[in-house]
């Protein structure tokens, strides 16, 4: 089965067609399926807009559909940016301008504790939906450091590791990262799905 990947973020797409090719599953992008779309991410949670995404993707292409919603919520924000992560500080910034706001939000501030979430919603062409979130819990570092990934990366720092997520290779962040946990979900939940349809 062949599924559509509903996200326009090229870092992001590259992360889930790969994880999801570990797992055995093929997935191509909205733009290689000519299923582009524009997609108001109205929700008020990760779930509802992953579903957004997906729901439109499954509808443009006819095939099925998986998205991520994802974003990086700081204790010491009340949880912000978490879904307006993309959108942090309005649409002139660039991922180093979000994550530079986000250090000078928390400077002198001692509780450093956020995490990062990722809402997974699959939709297929005959309204059966399989949703999975994981979650990976972190620290929010003084200063960026590393170069790898994308986004926030540079100062999500993980204590376990001691190291951002932009000093893991692909592979290292693949196995903690918050999408890494919802696409392991996710594709246990597709496996007992596709059996269920005796396929
Ligand atoms: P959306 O899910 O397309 O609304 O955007 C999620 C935003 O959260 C991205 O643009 C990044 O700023 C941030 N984000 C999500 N996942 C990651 C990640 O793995 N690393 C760094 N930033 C991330």
Known sequence: MKFVLASRNAHKLEEMRSILAGHGIEAVSEAAAGAAVEVEETGATFAENALLKARAVMEKSGLPAIADDSGLCVDALNGAPGVYSARYGGPELDDAGRYRLLLQALRGQTDRTAHFTSAIACV???????????????????????????????????PQLRKTYAQLTPEEKAAVSHRGRALAVFEEKLRAYLAEQGR
């Open 124 to 158: 297929f062409p005959n309204g059966d939906l399989i949703e999975a979130e994981g979650v990976c819990p972190g620290t929010i570092a003084f200063a960026p450091q590393g170069t790898g990934g994308f986004g926030y990366d540079p100062i999500f720092f993980l």
